[in-house]
């Protein structure tokens, strides 16, 4: 099997949350290192952040954005840049229930012509800040961010992406949640205990 890294996003700042998500307080700790622990048995686990200071007190690799300002296919650009294994576990910071099983599970769907493999719910709704990507797909994603259009929904029209149904990963669809605001930060506290 490819080697995988994995990557977690952390360049928004948490405008509806109000606090940087990245710093929320899960299980005694916060919760990016909540998020690395469980990835760690995948590889090496990096950081993108818009600036190496603001997580320096991490033990983590810090991969700065190259592309700044362009949401998050930046990051996944710049991860994908930096990152020299086949393959790049994307996360975001605000994810509490993903695993490196996730990441496993994503990488067992990875086709050779492949450039990226993204969980889907029943109701169409993708998930490409929970994704396994091809080191390679490295170009067509820049030259997607090079044409203006940041979203990352459309660069994945630009790969050939394989669609995981949410309901083969551990947990299902409970694996995607994300928490963007307080309410639904308390919520999932909630579904945690």
Do not use: H
């Given at each position: 099997m490819d080697e995988i890294s994995s990557v977690i996003l952390c360049g928004g700042r948490g405008r509806r949350m109000g606090q940087d998500k990245a710093r929320?307080?899960?299980?005694?700790?916060?919760?990016?290192?909540?998020?690395?622990g469980k990835l760690s048995v995948?590889?090496?686990?990096?950081?993108?952040?818009?600036?190496?200071?603001?997580?320096?007190?991490?033990?983590?690799?810090?991969?700065?954005d190259r592309y700044p300002d362009r949401g998050p296919l930046g990051g996944v650009c710049s991860a994908l840049q930096f990152?020299?294994?086949p393959l790049l576990?994307?996360?975001?910071?605000?994810?509490?229930?993903?695993?490196?099983?996730?990441?496993?599970?994503?990488?067992?769907?990875?086709?050779?012509?492949?450039?990226?493999?993204?969980?889907?719910?029943?109701?169409?709704?993708?998930h490409p800040l929970c994704a396994m990507?091809?080191?390679?797909?490295?170009?067509v994603l820049l030259e997607q961010l090079q044409s203006g259009n940041f979203r990352m929904r459309d660069a994945l029209?630009?790969?050939?992406?394989?669609?995981?149904?949410?309901?083969?990963?551990?947990?299902?669809?409970?694996?995607?949640?994300?928490?963007?605001?307080?309410?639904?930060?308390r919520e999932v506290s909630r579904l945690s205990c």
């Open positions: 929320l307080q899960w299980n005694g700790g916060e919760l990016l290192d909540e998020i690395a995948l590889g090496e686990v990096y950081l993108s952040a818009d600036s190496k200071s603001r997580f320096s007190d991490k033990p983590y690799p810090i991969i700065e990152c020299g294994t576990f994307v996360v975001s910071c605000d994810m509490p229930f993903v695993t490196g099983e996730v990441g496993r599970v994503l990488q067992g769907f990875m086709e050779p012509d492949a450039g990226a493999v993204v969980p889907v719910e029943a109701d169409g709704r993708v990507y091809r080191g390679d797909a490295a170009p029209g630009c790969l050939r992406t394989v669609y995981v149904p949410a309901e083969e990963l551990p947990l299902g669809s409970r694996v995607l949640c994300n928490v963007n605001t307080p309410e639904e930060y």
